[in-house]
């Protein structure tokens, strides 16, 4: 039983081969199917006790003697939200928490677009005009309040930081992180408290149930006049027509939204037309860029050592807690 089915989109022959050398060594086999090779994964997953994907479907008819899945993606909320996907209630599930960098980069650029008032100079040429120099701001010297203090909140931070900002908070379940990029780490409970201080607010949050619409009405209003609004983890964190309302009215500065909810977004979803939103279909992370690949990959060669030698693995979910 100690195969591996490999059911993925993204590697390379160096990846593959990367793979074999790391588990041959232990005694696994390495199995590699592409997505128009659906039926022949789900054969050969009948006899494997890893499975690493990110296929709903496919684990769905994995069997009870699967041991490890690991999801080549960071969300795992559909995971989580749905036993019934595990033949085998005990399971191991990780995720791939490789996408810190593109993402970082990602919150980045819509943030520098924000500041420097992209969307209406956008605006202003589409319709031919060419007006006064607006009043801008910069991420030096100004305040950041990141909402996760996970790898992808880690990543922003530290680009916050190398570019000058001049205070970083984060806000996290546990009120603690590892890394010292933040000035303060605070507990999610008192965000009621730092919205009202809050001049950019990027959110890298799970889709679990604690934060399904953190952000909804009532806390858009505690955002001061002005404020931005960065979303880069799951759309159902925020509830979107007092968004569109409060972009609309001048109330909020402007918003980048690459999530949500649903995606896609219904052709007469108000945020369509929403002033000052930069809207993207949810490209900020992904397998588009060479680094997440490789990352990726690695993740899971130290995770399959780990497994092979009984020690924890690095990037174990709780699907109790959702992430």
């Known amino acids: 039983m100690k195969n591996i089915c490999i059911y993925q989109d993204f590697l390379t022959q160096a990846h593959k081969a990367q793979i074999r050398e790391t588990a041959e060594p232990l005694g696994f086999t390495p199995h590699f199917f592409t997505p128009d090779q659906f039926q022949e994964a789900q054969a050969c997953l009948q006899n494997c006790e890893i499975l690493y994907a990110h296929d709903t479907n496919l684990l769905r008819s994995a069997p009870a003697s699967l041991q490890w899945y690991c999801c080549s993606y960071a969300g795992v909320d559909p995971y989580c939200k749905d036993p019934a996907l595990f033949a085998n209630p005990h399971c191991l599930l990780t995720n791939s928490n490789c996408y ?11 943030l520098l677009m924000l500041l420097r008032r992209m969307p209406e100079y956008e605006a202003l040429v589409q319709n031919r005009g060419w007006g006064d120099q607006l009043p801008i701001r910069s991420i030096r010297d100004n305040q950041f309040t990141v909402l996760g203090a996970g790898d992808i909140g880690v990543h922003v931070a530290s680009r916050l930081r190398g570019m000058g900002a001049a205070r970083i908070t984060a806000l996290s379940r546990s009120g603690v992180s590892r890394e010292t990029v933040f000035d303060e780490v605070l507990q999610i409970s ?29 806390r858009i209003a505690l955002l001061p006049q002005g404020a931005y609004v960065v979303n880069v983890g799951r759309g159902t964190a925020i509830e979107q027509e007092p968004l569109a309302e409060a972009l609309n009215t001048g109330a909020l500065g402007g918003a980048a939204l690459d999530v949500t909810d649903p995606e896609p977004l219904p052709q007469d979803h108000p945020l369509w037309t929403a002033k000052n939103l930069i809207l993207t279909p949810h490209i900020s992370g992904n397998m588009t860029l060479g680094y997440t690949c490789d990352a990726n990959v690695e993740m899971f060669c130290r995770d399959l050592q780990n497994y092979a030698a009984g020690r924890p693995l690095n990037g174990l979910v709780d699907r109790a807690r959702g992430y």
């Open 100 to 110: 810190g960098v593109t993402i970082a980069e990602h919150v980045i650029m819509v």
């Open 190 to 218: 008192r965000l009621d408290e730092v919205l009202p201080r809050t001049e950019n607010l990027v959110m890298a949050l799970p889709g679990t149930a604690e934060t399904y619409h953190i952000l909804n009405r009532a």
